[in-house]
């Protein structure tokens, strides 16, 4: 074969970049909790529980409702200025985090990375059914999935060793955001809407990329409007929604409240805390590649109804259990393993959710992704306040056993609602 007629590789540079800016993403976003949870914090700012609650959560509510706003504008208009100017305004937003001298300036800080992160996924969603061929879908979304999850592990080591080492909590919004500031140059340097539009990507490649797609154009005419009716009516789509309502509801545990549950409870040193957070963190992120690879190969031999269905149900199941087993272990490594097995199994399941959005989402494809991460961030946003009512009303020994016992039963409602999930079931009837 000629060198002409291989095709080049753009199409892994695309997928480099996202996946290098979900990193970023997940950075800005995990790194909040070791931030105000840290001693340099705590003598500089003064938060009651339910003040450090309400930070923590207005991120997710903020992300949650500018979901379809933000999946809306990427249909709609050019995706390449759109998730640039999304980077950049999330990372000087995480810089404003560091210049906070309040309660108030840090809630309206987390409130507006919020926004500015909320259009990322779901542009990213269609950046995956054009710059990934269509047997691997799975593969390229756990990869994009992988890297936000390497960035949420690294955050509560990174950011514990930079105000450690700084000796101010200031330096970790200040850095990240700065570095923020070059991977959305980055973007716009690399990335295009479309093969067709890249300079660098060949016709061999564009043809590997248009196998099984029938037309493979630039979008002409892009939807003017959210398929809100169809959305309303599509079962299949809420029990989609349901389960990333009840994963995020259990996941959230994990980065909202596992480094307060090492210090507090378990008694465990700051820098301890972040690097064990950092190690449980870390063992999902096998999965997601596994996860991603075993999809597509059910997805081929048993179809997309199976394929997708499986791999999203019984890693729900498989992560209930493992929370009781981390509650019956003291040991740091033991306790990194088993929070670890948690993150293993929900991730193992995300790119089969990513990609069963992508099957069922047609031309809305931003929109409804949108949709369905709405649904999963309120269920995140929700976490917090009902973690808090749970130990107030139920946790007499302060030991948090009760609050993780609702995030276990959170992923076996997943589970259940997995089961009834249709890959083959397009939301509209223009899609079928």
């Given amino acids: 074969m000629s060198s002409s007629s291989r095709p080049t590789?753009?199409?892994?540079?695309?997928?480099?970049?996202?996946?290098?800016?979900s990193f970023l993403m997940y950075l800005d976003r995990i790194c909040l909790a070791?931030?105000?949870?840290?001693?340099?914090?705590?003598?500089?700012?003064?938060?009651?529980?339910?003040?450090?609650?309400?930070?923590?959560?207005?991120?997710?509510?903020?992300?949650?409702?500018?979901?379809?706003?933000?999946?809306?504008?990427?249909d709609r208009f050019n995706g390449r200025i759109l998730i640039t100017i999304y980077i950049a305004t999330w990372s000087l937003f995480t810089a404003m985090t560091s210049f906070a001298t309040g309660f108030a300036t840090l809630l309206i800080a987390r409130l507006?990375?919020?926004?500015?992160?909320?259009?990322?996924?779901?542009?990213?969603?269609?950046?995956?059914?054009?710059?990934?061929?269509?047997?691997?879908?799975?593969?390229?979304?756990?990869?994009?999935?992988?890297?936000?999850r390497v960035g949420g592990a690294v955050a509560p080591g990174l950011t514990a060793y930079v105000i450690i080492s700084a000796g101010n909590w200031r330096y970790a919004g200040w850095i990240y955001g700065g570095?923020?500031?070059?991977?959305?140059?980055?973007?716009?340097?690399?990335?295009?809407?479309?093969?067709?539009?890249?300079?660098?990507?060949?016709?061999?490649?564009?043809?590997?990329?248009?196998?099984?797609?029938?037309?493979?154009?630039?979008?002409?005419?892009?939807?003017?409007?959210?398929?809100?009716?169809?959305?309303?009516?599509?079962?299949?789509?809420?029990?989609?929604?349901?389960?990333?309502?009840?994963?995020?509801?259990?996941?959230?545990?994990?980065?909202?409240?596992?480094?307060?549950?090492?210090?507090?409870?378990?008694?465990?040193?700051?820098?301890?805390?972040?690097w064990i957070t950092t190690a449980a963190l870390s063992i999902g992120i096998l999965a997601l590649p596994l996860g991603g690879s075993v999809t597509d190969a059910l997805t081929r031999r048993f179809g997309k109804r199976l394929g997708r269905m499986l791999p999203m149900s019984l890693t729900k199941f498989a992560a209930a259990a493992c929370y009781p087993l981390a509650l019956w272990t003291d040991s740091p490594?033991?306790?990194?393993?088993?929070?670890?097995?948690?993150?293993?199994?929900?991730?193992?399941?995300?790119?089969?959710?990513?990609?069963t959005m992508q099957d069922i989402s047609g031309r809305y494809q931003a929109q409804l992704f949108g949709w369905g991460n709405m649904w999963g961030n309120i269920g995140a946003g929700l976490m917090a306040l009902m973690f808090r009512r749970v130990l107030n009303v139920f946790d007499s020994n302060n030991d948090y056993h009760e609050g993780v016992w609702m995030c276990a039963g959170a992923f076996v409602l997943a589970g259940v609602f997995a089961l009834f999930v249709n890959a083959e079931k397009p939301v509209t009837q223009e899609d079928a």
Avoid at 9 to 20: C, E, F, G, P, S
Avoid at 50 to 70: E, G, I, N, R, S
Avoid at 117 to 127: I, N
Avoid at 337 to 349: E, M, P, W, Y
Wanted: with cysteine; aromatic share 16%.
């Fill in 9 to 21: 590789i753009v199409r892994h540079q695309i997928l480099a970049t996202a996946t290098m800016v």
């Fill in 34 to 74: 070791d931030i105000i949870g840290s001693l340099s914090f705590k003598k500089d700012i003064q938060l009651s529980v339910t003040q450090a609650d309400w930070v923590k959560l207005v991120f997710f509510w903020a992300y949650a409702l500018f979901q379809v706003p933000a999946g809306w504008l990427s």
């Fill in 112 to 148: 507006l990375c919020g926004l500015a992160e909320a259009g990322y996924y779901p542009a990213g969603s269609s950046l995956v059914t054009r710059w990934a061929h269509i047997g691997s879908r799975g593969f390229a979304s756990s990869i994009i999935a992988w890297g936000g």
């Fill in 179 to 274: 570095a923020g500031i070059f991977v959305a140059w980055w973007y716009w340097r690399v990335f295009r809407d479309h093969p067709r539009q890249h300079p660098q990507c060949n016709s061999a490649e564009i043809d590997l990329l248009a196998e099984g797609r029938g037309d493979f154009q630039p979008v002409k005419n892009p939807p003017r409007r959210f398929p809100f009716a169809a959305a309303c009516r599509s079962v299949n789509l809420w029990n989609a929604n349901a389960v990333q309502f009840f994963t995020n509801i259990g996941w959230a545990f994990l980065v909202l409240y596992l480094s307060d549950y090492l210090k507090i409870v378990m008694h465990v040193e700051e820098k301890y805390a972040g």
């Fill in 333 to 355: 490594l033991g306790m990194a393993i088993a929070f670890g097995l948690v993150t293993f199994f929900a991730d193992f399941g995300l790119p089969a959710m990513w990609t």
